[in-house]
């Protein structure tokens, strides 16, 4: 099982990136895809995530209206569309996965058995 993430680095506050998660080795199309971020100092949180045969979705209140998760079944992807970003989206984000029902409470980190390896989101103000 594989979950790689791309698409972070440093832009200015207002600005827009889009994160990536490539996925491999798993069920994609029978799972949901989460987005956590972790903030220096502080918990990880989810915030944004997708099942990928339903395209149920979840987003954060501080994201609402921002930031759009999305999915390409065909290229086992997922992405995180961030518009309007703010000095507090700054922070480490992770693709996590879990096979769709397979668990209670999917804002919660540790329902996912799948992580990326992460990828840093720096935004100026």
């Known amino acids: 099982v594989q979950l790689v993430e791309s698409g972070g680095g440093l832009v200015q506050a207002g600005g827009s990136l889009r994160l990536s998660c490539a996925a491999s080795g798993f069920t994609f199309d029978d799972s949901r895809i989460a987005w956590f971020r972790q903030a220096p100092g502080k918990e990880r949180e989810a915030v944004s995530s997708?099942?990928?045969?339903?395209?149920?979705?979840y987003y954060a209140d501080s994201v609402k209206g921002r930031f759009t998760i999305s999915v390409d079944l065909a290229k086992n992807l997922v992405y995180l569309r961030m518009n309007r970003l703010k000095s507090e989206d700054t922070g480490v984000y992770y693709c996590?996965?879990?096979?769709?029902?397979?668990?209670?409470?999917?804002?919660?980190?540790?329902?996912?058995?799948?992580w990326g390896q992460g990828t840093q989101v720096t935004v100026s103000s």
């Open positions: 997708i099942e990928t045969n339903s395209d149920s979705t």
């Open positions: 996590a996965a879990v096979v769709a029902g397979d668990y209670n409470d999917y804002l919660n980190a540790y329902e996912y058995d799948y």
